[in-house]
């Protein structure tokens, strides 16, 4: 593979809006589709109810510098352009609620959410609370769980299926870190594969190989590890994410 198609694979990264990433962008395109659209890779304005102002595509007022109007057109390409645009202004304001340091999937998880609240109501909500005081797994759950938190449930069933992929991806692993981060791996599972353990400090590497090595004593087979590993990557089910009826079958 040349080096031009190796940059290509490599996933995008915003040095600038270290909360903006891929992964974000696609759960919000996921769950907030394009609208208006006229066929031919075509979009025209729209006006959500009670504004005044034109939008275009995902929610955009601009294409560009300018401000939409009603005679305006904007292909595929322009509309992904400007939600970029648009995201790096949003994704810097909601860094500005979050205080605490968070892994990739769990930026994306925020972002999603922020985006279909809006920031005004994202700095008063519960879940924010939540996620700066290092909530446990459960208490998050019972905020962001549709199944739980009947809210959401209001919302239809892509406000349910949003809320339940946020939430399923704010608890997935972010199993790049060990990659970035050398370190003698004393145990047969890296614990650098706990997100809600992992800071980058120095010490807390310390921490790390001195309790894999522990473990490596006590547990030498690795069976113990490899066990609580599992539980601790289990989707929810009862809270978070029950099992579909398919799955069951």
Known sequence: MTSHK??????????????????????????????TFLGIGRYAPYKD????????????????????????????????????????????????????????????AILSFAFSIGINSLKTCR?????????????????WSPYINRLWCSGGDLMVSQRRTELDTYLAPDKTIPTFVPHRCYAKK?????????TGAPN????????????AQWDPSGE??????RYWSEKPRSLGSPKRQQDLD
């Open 6 to 35: 190796k940059r290509k694979l490599k996933e995008r990264t915003w040095k600038k809006h270290p909360f903006l990433n891929e992964k974000g962008i696609e759960l919000i395109k996921r769950f907030n589709p394009a609208r």
């Open 127 to 143: 879940l924010l609370e939540l996620i700066n005081k290092s909530a446990n797994k459960n208490e998050l759950i019972k905020e």
């Open 49 to 108: 109810y009670g504004e005044d102002c034109w939008r275009i595509g995902y929610g955009s007022k601009k294409l560009g510098k300018s401000y939409l109007r009603s005679d305006d057109i904007a292909t595929e390409e322009e509309i992904n352009i400007q939600l970029e645009e648009d995201l790096k202004i949003f994704s810097d304001l909601v860094s500005q609620y979050v205080f605490v340091p968070l892994n990739k999937n769990r930026k994306a």
């Open 190 to 198: 890296c614990l650098l594969n706990l997100p809600e353990t992992y």
């Open 224 to 229: 113990a590890l490899r066990r609580f590993f």
């Open 204 to 215: 807390q590497l310390k921490a790390i190989e001195y309790l894999e090595k522990k473990l």
